[in-house]
């Protein structure tokens, strides 16, 4: 339990955040009828898939229902990643949500399947209920009595230890009591740490001696004629000293599986080399949860994992994902592909969008459509915005006029190349010029492939047939 405790403030540190492709998504854009807006938190059309995704986002939510599983399918570039980060922004911090790549699982130094468990175990969390005696009021006094040092020869000794034998007195009070209590040197260094003193209302943890500071008594704000504009003035607490307060720790199963399966397992989670962790383990981790769950210091919470490109997994994936999703305490599984009818790899037979028919029968099927030519000019306001570029109105159109023939993302990227364009020629605001000169400087999809069938005689290992250069150019 102390491992998890130092788990969960762990999680408690600064994140720095980085402009990514999908770091303008802020949610679903739904408002509380569960109907899609047309441009909210960061979301642009994708209407009826946004609507189903929020009916989903409910089921999550109530944490009811398990073992349920959506496929996400649409063509490249029609927002279906960019759905389920929406729907992870949605659920909050509280509800795990594991995200993991179909060509990752071939790639680890792990089985298929535990790859695939592990994955699992990440997206469904435990919520671990812990009552805690805790000392809660106002310092009334704070005296630390220091020994004198030794002299002489046994000076350096006696300065270590002079740091062990501090003793001193707190005295704490509530609007009912006033106690006086004796401290020992480990409990004088956390106040002296947090910097404790007279007028201070303070927790104390009994168990763990962990100080809080909850900020100046209302009673001592006229001490000072000049206060700093952090400070923040509480009442004095009511009622008695000593106090039982529930402490809520928010976990997963892979995190609680990992600190088990070795002595070290704490710092594996860091490491990320947590390996395989034997069926044993996770046996009598489950059997474990199960009695905190009678007990009542514990819940499951069902969250959510995302596979992208589930194309790439092979029939034995599927086999297993077959029988995961029958479990008790399995999440909600969201896939995303943008193959049409492919083959199943590891197999001869061919299927929509590479998924057996009988894990398809599971699925409920969300499609995305492509954008509209309105639409990419609103993503590409809102990613201007989103990457600190002022851009002119013809710059835009020109800009969305590119994405409409060829794709969203090639427009996308285009945006900081041509601020860096624009930087260049000692510009502040990107224009028609900035745009038409990364357009020539950087090739889209058609182009590259034209140019490659131009020119394919004069590259390595060219295996296009020169009598299907035509139908080859005219596909692309």
Not at 95 to 105: I, M, N
Not at 291 to 299: I, L, P, T
Not at 331 to 359: C, E, W
Request: hydrophobic share 40%.
């Amino acid at each position: 339990m102390a491992e998890l405790k130092r788990l969960s403030e762990s999680r408690d540190l600064t994140r720095i955040e980085r402009i990514g492709a999908h770091s303008h998504i802020r949610g679903l854009g739904l408002d509380s009828a569960l109907e899609a807006r047309a441009v909210s938190e960061g979301m642009v059309g994708q209407q009826s898939a946004r609507k189903a995704s929020g009916l989903m986002l409910q089921l999550i939510r109530e944490g009811k229902i398990a073992g349920r599983a959506i496929l996400l399918a649409g063509q490249p570039g029609t927002g279906k990643t960019a759905i389920a980060m929406g729907l992870a922004k949605s659920l909050g911090q509280e509800t795990p949500f594991a995200t993991v790549s179909g060509s990752e699982l071939f790639s680890l130094e792990m089985s298929k399947t535990e790859a695939l468990t592990q994955a699992f175990r990440r997206a469904i969390g435990v919520r671990i209920k812990e009552e805690a005696e805790i000392i809660e009021g106002e310092v009334v006094e704070l005296t630390i009595d220091r020994p004198v040092a030794a002299t002489g020869s046994g000076a350096s000794g006696s300065g270590q230890s002079s740091s062990a034998s501090k003793t001193g007195k707190l005295t704490l009070k509530t609007t009912d009591m006033e106690t006086v209590y004796d401290l020992g040197a480990k409990m004088i260094e956390a106040l002296t740490k947090e910097k404790v003193q007279s007028g201070d209302v303070i927790t104390l943890d009994k168990a763990s001696g962990k100080v809080t500071k909850l900020g100046r008594s209302i009673g001592r704000s006229r001490d000072y004629d000049a206060i700093g504009p952090h400070t923040k003035f509480v009442r004095c607490p009511e009622g008695e000293l000593q106090k039982r307060k529930e402490v809520v720790h928010c976990v997963t199963l892979h995190e609680i599986d990992v600190i088990n399966s070795r002595t070290q397992g704490f710092l594996a989670l860091f490491t990320g080399d947590t390996g395989e962790i034997r069926a044993e383990v996770r046996e009598q981790i489950d059997t474990k949860v199960a009695e905190w769950r009678e007990e009542g210091k514990a819940e499951i919470v069902p969250g959510v994992l995302f596979i992208d490109e589930v194309h790439m997994l092979d029939i034995e994936c599927f086999s297993f994902l077959n029988r995961a999703l029958e479990n008790d305490m399995a999440p909600i599984l969201v896939i995303a592909t943008n193959r049409g009818i492919t083959t199943i790899r590891g197999t001869n037979y061919k299927s929509p969008h590479g998924i057996p028919a009988d894990f398809l029968d599971r699925l409920l099927i969300i499609c995305t459509q492509p954008y509209t030519e309105e639409d990419i000019r609103k993503i590409l306001d809102i990613r201007c915005e989103e990457e600190d570029v002022e851009m002119s109105k013809d710059a835009k159109v020109l800009l969305t006029k590119i994405g409409a023939e060829t794709s969203l993302r090639y427009a996308i990227y285009l945006i900081t190349a041509a601020a860096l364009a624009c930087q260049k020629r000692r510009g502040k605001i990107v224009e028609m010029e900035d745009i038409s000169r990364v357009y020539q400087l950087f090739l889209d999809v058609k182009r590259s492939t034209q140019y490659l069938m131009e020119y394919q005689s004069r590259y390595m290992f060219n295996e296009v047939p020169r009598e299907a250069d035509e139908d080859q150019t005219t596909q692309f």
